[in-house]
């Protein structure tokens, strides 16, 4: 039934999708991977704004949600096929302005409006009242074309090409976004700057990387999918450290640093285990009435992100009261069946604001009117 409800909305047609890949070269199981991580998105921001206690399953999904969405982004980013210059890097990234930055100014500057809040305090706050998200990205990719071009420019082979982009995710993902170090630099003034800037954000840099790197060595990424040993040994680890997060282990000496293991790790485990899942059932992705839903909704990812904070903004307190009783199965399961509703909710708008591709354009960053 939600499947059926996303496919029409979304109007896409069996003609448009053969085998695994769509129209505009887009592939069938990436979208729908794509469209599984905005689904998560928005589970994990029902649990949020509803207030309701974390239970195991959340838990699990927190680990993965984010970083998922993060390195779909770079899988999609990376283009063997582009030659960077000056003015192509220009050209490029003033239309991800034009795609990204000014269709999420004017959904925030939306939605402080409607909803009534402070201007100054939501722009400082990191979280940007959820918006948070399409700035970073931005933000990678004008950083990633800038590696590009400069790579491109000082002829560095392929091994140089992997060492400089390892040091720059090392940099921008580690260092850069760790809040201590400033602090001890510049005290806890420079916290508002650190907010304001978004630089703890940067720690999701390592998985648009991590992205890019398996379109770019996919041939590597699928035998290891592909190897029964190499899984399964991904599969027990993500279960033991899984294990570990939610249980925890006892305080002090070296299972302190085994717990802190496994908290980075943890995400990587998930990515490679989900990745793989869709992968070998790209032709259910890309045949089933469930596939299309989420190819649709994996093309139209920046518009759900943009729009479902505002149905999201209403009191949905009955959840915390209900959530206190509800086994946490249970409660997951309300969550996505209300993240699926909400999507849908989003197509319905966004076909809305297609009526005028002026305001596609603007509102969720349409290149051009789609049919």
Not at 9 to 38: H, P, Y
Not at 177 to 201: C, E, N, P
Not at 215 to 241: E, P, Q, T, W
Not at 250 to 272: F, H, M, T
Request: aromatic share 16%.
């Amino acid at each position: 039934m939600a499947a059926a409800i996303l496919a029409a909305c979304g109007e896409r047609t069996d003609e448009m999708m053969e085998n695994s890949v769509i129209k505009q070269g887009r592939i069938a199981w990436i979208d729908a991977l794509r469209g599984f991580a905005m689904w998560l998105v928005v589970i994990m921001h029902v649990q949020f704004f509803s207030g309701s206690q974390s239970t195991v399953y959340n838990t699990l999904i927190a680990w993965m949600f984010m970083p998922l969405f993060f390195f779909v982004s770079g899988l999609v980013m990376y283009n063997p096929n582009r030659q960077w210059t000056a003015h192509s890097v220009v050209t490029y990234l003033w239309k991800k302005v034009q795609q990204i930055l000014v269709p999420t100014v004017i959904m925030f500057l939306l939605a402080i409006w409607i909803l009534g809040y402070n201007l100054v305090e939501a722009s400082l706050h990191p979280m940007k009242f959820g918006y948070w998200f399409t700035i970073t990205l931005f933000g990678f990719i004008a950083l990633y074309v800038l590696f590009e071009w400069l790579m491109q420019v000082v002829k560095v082979g392929n091994r140089g090409w992997l060492v400089c982009l390892v040091v720059l995710t090392a940099v921008f993902s580690w260092l850069l976004s760790r809040h201590g170090l400033y602090t001890r630099m510049f005290g806890d003034g420079a916290m508002v700057w650190f907010d304001a800037l978004q630089i703890g954000k940067w720690s999701y840099f390592q998985f648009f990387v991590l992205g890019i790197l398996v379109r770019k060595y996919k041939d590597v990424f699928l035998r290891l999918l592909s190897n029964k040993y190499a899984m399964g040994i991904v599969i027990v680890a993500y279960v033991l450290m899984a294990v570990v997060n939610v249980k925890g282990l006892p305080s002090g000496g070296i299972q302190r640093y085994w717990a802190a293991v496994c908290v980075r790790l943890l995400p990587y485990a998930s990515i490679c285990i989900v990745t793989a899942l869709f992968y070998s059932m790209r032709q259910f992705w890309s045949d089933s009435r469930t596939g299309k839903a989420l190819q649709v909704v994996g093309s139209n990812t920046l518009g759900i992100y943009l729009i479902h904070y505002f149905f999201l903004a209403g009191n949905w307190s009955f959840l915390r009261t209900i959530s206190t009783n509800t086994p946490p199965a249970l409660l997951l399961i309300i969550f996505a069946l209300l993240a699926v509703v909400i999507i849908a909710c989003c197509m319905v708008v966004i076909r809305v604001i297609r009526l005028s591709p002026f305001l596609a354009k603007y509102m969720i960053g349409d290149k051009e009117k789609r049919v």
